[in-house]
């Protein structure tokens, strides 16, 4: 039974509404994170200054909340007036208060005990627009919930989960819409981006990331390859209301690993696309790995600044691409890689050969996780750096059968890792409209978390040793950290309560807080 369970709300402090038009001047109030990327652009980056490399060695936990589930808990709060709005695995969702933790309400879900999901049972966060709050489910579907209740206001299906559909995205509120992606990559689903009404959940358009027949770019896909194509959307996108452009990345093709099976560059897989907010209308693409092989999926947030499109990309490079038109203007290599010689005019790599999967292995770099993943990049328009967690880690990649089953895992290979090379990683500062290095901060072991920004000097993070730490922004200079005894697979976010400024980063099972005290 699907069922909303209420917490005590006794003083609970209560959210105002969140327009479209109050997310649209995001960076104007601070003191809330009111997307997952805290702004449509991307950027991660907070105004808020009151923590700064002066102080921030006083840093302290204010408290913690524990997530009653043992899958990895990868949310990115949002935080609305005093109260911290968090999604918890497998499809859960809770308000808290901003100054205590406590807990003012819970969305409890159940998940159908068949549901397969690639890569754990995770959410990584929420939409806000007016006053319902959006949850994209593990079964596929897309719920609106009360704002002051966690009520539930409307369930809609996306897609079916018999078919090997999940969602674990935080969806995306834009004007009087809710975009939702899909995950499924692994299990030869069909990739899409769906937006909704969100007063109602009728769905009002809906973008394919593989075209089927008759539509532009069905032609990469050899025989009826498109329709196990995989292009998965499983990460949050951004917003430029100058050309009322949604930016969407895409996932890998599938079979991940055997690509004789899909001859062709395999559109819009591991792409960023462009589509028209009102409409879903495809504006341009630009496809990073075309024939991808490796499974380097292209869901990292693009991050927007003047008039471009950025994104650090898992195969390796990093990428500028003109917002308007998608036209490439620069690249370049940011992490190790050993499959491409570099990227021609156009943008398009040079691939080495004999580097795809074979019967008995082939070591590439980056490995199957990427030069980076999922965790997001952070974005400072003061200085115009880019701040990325980078993976240093090879993988031995086999091609094998690739058959076809509905809801069954559709690998065609299979990878395994690298004796006598350790993994290692770093949090690199690039120069955004270059890729330039500015610095890097060494890390032990290959991050999974992702990275905060802020007008106080400081870059936030985290490690998979379960540090929670911050750099001097202009230097890369280690100043702070919290052992918090779990790994980190999430995002940092900042807030004000009491007119205190507060860090937030989930690790292990906990949602942790902190101040300067």
Not at 75 to 95: C, F, R, W
Not at 263 to 289: C, E, I, K, M, P
């Amino acid at each position: 039974m699907r069922r909303a369970i209420l917490a005590l709300t006794l003083a609970a402090p209560l959210a105002a509404q969140v327009s479209y038009e109050r997310i649209l001047r995001a960076a104007s109030e601070p003191a809330n994170w009111l997307t997952y990327s805290g702004g449509y652009a991307g950027h991660r980056h907070s105004r808020l200054a009151q923590i700064t490399p002066a102080n921030v060695a006083r840093l302290k936990p204010v408290w913690t909340y524990q997530a009653n589930n043992l899958n990895k808990f990868e949310t990115s709060p949002l935080a609305i007036d005093g109260v911290l709005y968090i999604s918890e695995p497998p499809s859960n969702a809770a308000a808290l208060d901003g100054r205590t933790g406590r807990p003012l309400w819970f969305y409890r879900r159940s998940i159908p005990p068949e549901v397969r999901a690639c890569c754990g049972q995770v959410n990584r966060g929420l939409a806000v627009l007016d006053d319902s709050l959006f949850l994209g489910t593990l079964d596929a579907h897309l719920v609106a919930l009360d704002l002051k209740t966690g009520r539930v206001r409307w369930d809609t299906t996306v897609a079916d989960y018999k078919l090997g559909y999940s969602i674990t995205v935080a969806p995306l509120a834009v004007k009087d819409k809710i975009l939702i992606g899909v995950s499924g990559g692994e299990l030869g689903v069909r990739g899409l981006i769906d937006a909704y009404d969100a007063k109602t959940g009728r769905r009002l358009w809906r973008f394919w990331t593989v075209p089927g027949p008759g539509e532009a770019g069905n032609e990469t896909w050899a025989g009826d390859s498109w329709k196990t194509g995989a292009a998965a959307t499983w990460i949050t996108g951004s917003f430029d209301p100058e050309t009322n452009l949604i930016f969407w990345g895409t996932g890998n093709p599938g079979p991940d690993y055997d690509g004789d099976v899909r001859q062709g560059d395999n559109l819009y897989s591991d792409s960023l696309v462009a589509l028209d907010a009102d409409t879903g209308t495809l504006r341009w693409h630009f496809q990073f790995t075309p024939h991808d092989v490796h499974d380097w999926d292209s869901n990292q947030v693009p991050v927007l600044f003047d008039k471009f499109v950025a994104t650090a990309n898992r195969n390796g490079f990093y990428y500028v691409l003109e917002r308007a038109t998608g036209k490439f203007l620069a690249g370049r290599e940011f992490g190790k890689q050993t499959w491409s010689k570099g990227l021609d005019d156009r943008g398009r790599p040079v691939v080495i050969p004999n580097t795809e999967p074979t019967a008995k292995g082939v070591m590439i770099y980056p490995g199957m996780h990427g030069a980076t993943n999922w965790f997001s990049p952070a974005y400072n328009p003061n200085t115009g750096t880019f701040f990325v967690a980078v993976r240093e880690e090879p993988t031995v990649f086999f091609k094998g059968p690739s058959k076809y089953s509905p809801g069954a895992f559709f690998f065609g290979g299979s990878i395994r890792g690298v004796r006598g090379l350790e993994p290692s990683g770093s949090i690199k500062a690039l120069k955004a409209a270059s890729g330039e290095l500015e610095w890097q901060f060494l890390m032990h072991s290959p991050p999974w978390g992702g990275l905060l920004s802020t007008a106080g000097g400081l870059v936030f993070g985290g490690s998979a040793e379960g540090y929670f730490f911050a750099l001097d922004s202009p230097s890369g200079r280690p100043l702070w950290r919290y052992p918090t005894g779990g790994a980190i697979f999430a995002n940092p976010v900042t807030y004000v309560v009491n007119g205190k400024q507060h860090v937030s980063i989930a690790s292990g099972h906990s949602l942790f807080a902190f101040a300067v005290e």
